[in-house]
């Protein structure tokens, strides 16, 4: 206790003779000749440019939620969230409907500069945005693949989250008739 006593009085000292302060500035004062500036380096940014921080809606856990988020924030960053959602669930669609490309996908045993190669020509014959084209070779170079229904299924909440879209499930104990279910679909 007496050691923690004398350790903060020490700092309060530092403080006080401006060895230690609580910001950075470009220059400094030698600690040994005070009348000697030292100059310190500082992360240099490029005036009038900002990257805007980009807000996922909705908060997803674990690997897929991960990735479904990264690809939103890649998404948003380009406009491109509809068009993404499009090709991702095209992508889905194709694996499930194609057993070939499905074993493929499942396959961890395949290298993977060959599922990264099999994943650009893929996008590249169906022309895929960069941004999803991009994605699903860092997918398949994590060997993620196998998990890409759960990651478009995350991806497709996001997405309808950053249209303002909500999902909702009706139960009826009566039938419907066609024009209430129409006027509910909208």
Request: net charge positive.
């Amino acid at each position: 206790m007496a050691l923690r006593g004398g350790v903060r009085s020490g700092i309060s000292l530092f403080n006080k003779l401006g060895f230690l302060t609580s910001q950075r500035s470009t220059l400094q004062r030698s600690p040994v000749a005070p009348s000697i500036l030292l100059a310190s380096r500082n992360y240099a940014n490029v005036p009038g440019q900002k990257e805007d921080k980009v807000k996922v809606p909705l908060a997803m856990f674990g690997g897929s939620g991960n990735y479904a988020s990264a690809l939103y924030i890649a998404a948003v960053k380009a406009n491109a969230v509809e068009k993404v959602e499009s090709e991702i669930l095209q992508f889905v669609e194709a694996v499930k409907n194609s057993a070939v490309t499905s074993q493929f996908i499942k396959d961890l045993s395949v290298a993977k500069d060959i599922r990264v190669k099999a994943i650009q020509e893929i996008c590249a014959e169906v022309k895929f945005s960069e941004v999803t084209k991009n994605f699903l070779v860092v997918v398949a170079e994590n060997g993620r693949l196998k998990n890409i229904d759960t990651i478009a299924k995350r991806f497709v909440e996001l997405a309808m989250a950053y249209k303002g879209e909500v999902k909702a499930t009706v139960t009826t104990v009566f039938v419907s008739s066609t024009s209430l279910m129409a006027s509910l679909s909208l």
